[in-house]
């Protein structure tokens, strides 16, 4: 995200193959049939993606890469079209149309698009032997936030409680149900499937944390129930079909003015000011001063089922309490599933968490993410790497050092990883995981403050201080078993500008330029797909003034080289990526354009930055899903 939090998963396959979920390296096809899990696995991953993998021939970068640019534009390589698909304030089912002028209501907002696009999977129709059917199926977009100053005619003065729960209605996920006529996308309406998840619906909590003391507020003395989700970030999925929406600065709408804000509010960034979303002013909620417990119920991944339209979506508190960037799902050689996750802030942590069961697609798996184990990453300065378990009792996480159960270990989860010793890293956001080989890469975005006075200084995981670029790590797990509590690492490449005159920013990258890697994705060939987040008081400018507007690059993880693929209009963050089973369409959402550095829009001057992508007859630039393809129908990046 770009403001207010500038300095402060994923899939290999969207039709994926057993092997792309248990690692071929560590376990055959054959081998796992004849194992714990069971033939039916053969319906569901028994049709392999026709899209051709690593090996086949053809270079893997099979396209003409495209100039960095600074225009108000969506530009793609000759021969590809850019659609735009679901922009802010269309419907997601029948109804109710966008108003230029921002001028729909809370309850109008409510049904439709959110504002600020993130992490995104398409979930394809299939038949009953696993095939994809109908060129169609259901898109899952987050909406991490809000810009108020664009989302309502006279932006945030006159502040009310209609405008809070417009911004509440603005955030949080859609399911949209799509479907391919030619090459274009249409979004399908209306849709049984279509519907809205916001920042006020109703969900669950389960897992270890779920009913504890922490989490009971007097509107909920369950501790089980709790409305809403927040700034949902990127986002993963799982091999059943569910989707994993991640809430990353939470904080940020809660506000606590006692003047004395107790360190478990303090580590999370909860502070007297906010972010200035302003909802505590109407929604009682989040005053964390008088409301300390409805802090606990925010900052966990969340799990929705697209395909139940009436399910409630819950709050999954094995993976821990952090500011949740994304959560890559795969399958271990057992079948045990493991999702990596980062915590998007300077100097915080990579977690993994192992399940204590086996995925069988014959079972009831409704549970399965509640029990497990929550490891958190250190990296030893030898290239070794080792998952140290969060477990109460263990490794100093005991009552007197303030875990009296595994409930507060997950409450508390960066201050468990402070205890043990885990690696405090350069703002780790996305991870994604090669859809052959299983090692591991993760963006770390960037983090200014390496190195400064009272900081952690550079070590070999976080080689640069004042780190303006970022970087991207990549490990490999022992027997490339996910499971494994042993890894090897290294540098996979430190982003920069060879050109630049202080040697310790030039960087190691191989073709186009890029920095402040973000969104991260393996499609089922083998390319990684790396978008950046420049933040824009940044953006083309200083040690940013060669790389052009916020973009997408396609990478070779042999030779390390990237190729600019996208680029975005100004102002805008590229984030979010997702295939079509197919190959032949990629979706991916552009956030914020026309965003101005630091503060929230002009209600005034809402073009001021850009018009994207409606134009200037349009009103105010939105974020949207866009759909790219080739023009002659190929398979995209080949
Ligand atoms: Fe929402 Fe760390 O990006
Ligand atoms: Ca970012
Ligand atoms: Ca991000």
Request: charged share 20%; with cysteine.
């Amino acid at each position: 995200m770009g403001y207010p939090y500038d300095e402060p998963c994923c899939n290999a396959s969207s039709n994926p193959r057993l092997e792309d979920w248990l690692g071929a390296a560590s376990l055959t096809r054959r081998q796992a049939l004849q194992g714990g899990l069971s033939v039916a696995l053969t319906a569901l991953f028994g049709c392999a993606g026709t899209v051709p993998r690593s090996g086949s021939t053809g270079p893997l970068l099979g396209f003409p890469g495209i100039p960095a640019h600074t225009e108000d534009a969506l530009r793609v390589p000759v021969g590809y079209v850019a659609q735009v698909l679901y922009a802010w304030g269309d419907p997601v089912s029948a109804g109710p149309a966008f108003r230029p002028d921002a001028g729909n209501s809370a309850e109008e907002q409510a049904l439709q698009a959110g504002m600020h696009h993130d992490g995104l999977h398409f979930f394809p129709f299939r038949d009953g032997a696993g095939g994809w059917v109908g060129d169609a199926g259901l898109l899952v977009v987050n909406h991490e936030y809000t810009d108020d100053g664009l989302l309502h005619p006279d932006g945030m003065a006159s502040w009310n409680a209609e405008k809070v729960r417009k911004s509440q209605a603005a955030h949080g996920v859609s399911v949209i149900e799509v479907r391919r006529r030619g090459n274009r996308w249409e979004v399908v309406r209306p849709s049984r499937y279509a519907r809205r998840v916001t920042a006020a619906s109703p969900m669950r909590l389960s897992g270890p944390a779920s009913g504890d003391a922490l989490l009971k507020t007097a509107a909920d003395p369950s501790g089980l129930s709790v409305l809403g989700t927040l700034n949902n970030c990127a986002n993963g999925f799982t091999p059943w079909g569910t989707y994993l929406t991640c809430e990353e600065n939470w904080n940020g709408y809660f506000v606590n003015r006692s003047g004395a804000i107790p360190e478990a509010q303090r580590r999370y960034g909860i502070s007297a000011k906010g972010a200035g979303y302003r909802w505590h002013e109407f929604d009682l909620r989040f005053d964390a001063a008088t409301q300390p417990n409805e802090p606990h119920r925010f900052g966990w991944v969340v799990v929705i089922d697209p395909f139940d339209p009436g399910s409630a979506p819950v709050k999954r508190t094995a993976l821990g309490r952090i500011k949740h960037e994304g959560a890559m799902a795969v399958l271990a050689a057992d079948g045990r599933v493991v999702v990596y996750m980062g915590d998007d802030e300077r100097f915080e942590y990579i977690y993994k968490f192992v399940s204590r069961d086996r995925y069988d697609p014959t079972l009831p798996r409704k549970d399965l993410l509640d029990h497990g184990i929550l490891y958190v990453a250190r990296f030893e300065p030898t290239g070794a790497g080792r998952w140290i378990p969060l477990v109460h009792g263990a490794n100093g996480l005991i009552a007197e050092h303030g875990f009296a159960s595994q409930a507060e270990v997950l409450v508390k989860t960066r201050q468990a990883a402070d205890r043990v010793g885990a690696t405090p890293m350069d703002r780790p956001e996305w991870i994604a995981v090669h859809p052959q080989s299983r090692d591991v890469y993760c963006t770390l975005t960037n983090n200014s403050q390496r190195g400064a006075a009272g900081k952690p200084g550079a070590d070999p995981a976080n080689p640069r201080p004042g780190n303006v670029y970022g970087h991207i790590l990549r490990w490999s797990e022992q027997n490339a078993d996910a499971a494994a509590t042993a890894f090897r690492w290294e540098a996979f490449l430190l982003c920069g500008d060879p050109e630049h005159a202080d040697q310790n920013k030039r960087g190691s990258l191989r073709g186009d330029l890029f920095g402040s890697p973000d969104g991260l994705w393996f499609d089922a060939r083998g390319v990684l797909w790396i978008q950046t987040d420049v933040s824009t008081s940044a953006l083309n400018k200083g040690d940013y003034a060669r790389f052009g507007n916020n973009q997408m690059l396609a990478c070779d993880p042999a030779s390390g080289e990237a190729r600019r693929f996208l680029a975005g209009p100004r102002g805008c963050e590229v984030t979010g990526v997702t295939a079509s089973p197919d190959g032949r369409t990629l979706f991916v959402n552009i956030q914020h354009p026309g965003e101005t550095a630091g503060e929230r829009s002009d209600p005034a001057a809402p073009q001021a930055v850009s018009t994207w992508p409606d134009g200037p007859a349009g009103g105010r630039p939105r974020s949207a899903t866009v759909a790219i393809f080739r023009s002659d129908g190929g398979a995209v990046g080949a």
